[in-house]
């Protein structure tokens, strides 16, 4: 299949602002973003004309551009705004919105105190993948890269710099011919996946690690509010990689991977359960409610 590039479509993409020509959304080379990766941004999803959770993932990108250092110079009002606007404007409703922020020009050193804060949202189209095929799962390979310490990297921002190493992990899961790789954090304790959070199922609980050291997932989140409204136990803790054996379901969480079944990591099987199948259909339902019922589950 031929691969369209992202810098040659049609449709308009708010840049610092305002609505541009999506092939005319560019920036200088010498951009201190691209050399240092200063850069934060969000991945979003619309359900039919509404995006899910916007104001949390607006205050994310507002507070993941703070870890770093820098203010993006729009109010969170104006952001998620724009971010409706970009998906009414390119004609969307069931779409991955991408706002990101980035140090601009000013300045290309170490240093960077100086340099202006860009913002661009863009919008395209993303129906659902997966249908009836779902709950086959997903192949996790093990992540040779692990997550660093909170004090070795930023890693309560959604950082551009951040996913070096799960591009990194995903290409080697890749070769190997799984679908994604499960990441270790710096102790050698469960982490999650390059995209996405992780639950486990042990005796019917849903045990899932404390974010300490990567994202504390929006979605991951919601999961946590839908499964304890069920009167499922949820369980917060560090899980340890020897535990995963004894797992009776496995499944993702994330805004892209939305709630997804895995059927391995590495040579141990699982397969995807009534846990998994319960709460892909609550996420399912709840992403397709108004945002006023769905601020009514508290996450
Ligand atoms: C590394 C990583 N972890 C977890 C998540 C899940 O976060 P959310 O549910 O907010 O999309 C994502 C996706 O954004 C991610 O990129």
Known sequence: MALVPFDDRDGWI?????????????LHVLSHGLHYASGVFEGERAYSGNIFRLA????RLIESGRILGFEIPYSAEVISAACNEALVKN???????????WRGTEQLAVSAQLTKIHLAIAVWAWPNLFGADRMKGVRLGHAKWRRPAPDTAPTASKAAGLYMIGTLSKHIAEEEGFTDALMLDYKGDVAEATGANIF?????????PTPTCFLDGITRRT?????????????ERVIGADEIANASEVFLAGT??????????????????????????????????????????AA
């Open 14 to 26: 708010w840049m610092d602002g305002a609505f541009v020509p999506w092939r005319d959304a560019k």
């Open 56 to 59: 949390d993932h607006t205050a």
């Open 91 to 101: 004609g969307l409703t069931d779409a991955y919105i991408r706002p990101i922020a």
């Open 200 to 208: 486990f199922v042990f005796n019917g609980e849903i045990h899932t």
């Open 223 to 235: 999961v946590m509010a839908l499964a304890r409204k069920r009167q499922m136990t949820v369980v």
């Open 256 to 297: 892209a991977a939305e709630v997804t079944p895995v059927r391995c990591i590495g040579e141990m099987q699982f397969t995807p359960g009534k846990i998994t199948e319960t709460l892909i259909a609550d996420y399912d339902a709840l992403v397709r409610m108004s945002p006023a019922e769905v601020a009514k589950l």
